[in-house]
């Protein structure tokens, strides 16, 4: 028997009853992020002295949020049409929402798939915690621009659906799960 930790994020009403199964988990966790943006942020070409209207005219710049300056614009030597940022951001309520820690049992289907349900037979869905998303250990993390200069930003908003989150880099295993709330840092 291997098994797994797997966490869920969604309202409190929407968490799963004890005995819930794999597909309990499934729905509940759609219930949590239901929408974010996409951003992407494109460099200014040091010599542009143009302006968004400017490449919505010229047809360099439209709701697809492909990087205007990829073409029809002089580079410096060494200067180059890289995106800075390509990010999907979900919009998430953290007074509304809640984790919870479940332990996945099953037999091993398919070692080198990294997701729960891809790599195991799961026989047994046991929570193991949940707490208001607001009391977990909070990291933070910041953004520091790297660079100085104009940039164009791009974004779209869209909706989501998201499964139970698993943590990637730990494979299912046949010893004893260690799960300690004190362990679980967000930021």
Known sequence: MACRLVFLLAPQSALPQPGAGWQELVEAQSQSLGSGIYLRLFPAQKDWHGSLDDLIIEGKADV?????FAQGISHSKG???????????PYVEPKLLWLAVYKVDGHSINPKEAY???????????????????????????????????????????RIITLPGFIPDIVAQDE???YQRSEVHLL
Do not use: M
């Not at 697809?64 to 205007?68: E, L, S, V, W, Y």
């Not at 200067?79 to 951001?89: G, H, K, P, S, Y």
């Not at 915690?129 to 910041?142: H, M």
């Open 79 to 89: 200067e180059t049409n890289r995106l800075l940022c390509d990010a999907f951001i």
């Open 64 to 68: 697809t949020g492909q990087n205007p």
């Open 176 to 178: 004893a799960l260690d």
């Open 116 to 158: 729960p349900s891809h790599s195991l037979d799961i026989d047994s869905v046991e929570c193991l915690d949940q707490f208001p998303l607001r009391e977990a250990s909070n990291e933070t993390c910041w953004f520091y621009p790297t660079e100085d200069g104009r940039y164009l930003s791009w974004e779209k908003r869209s």
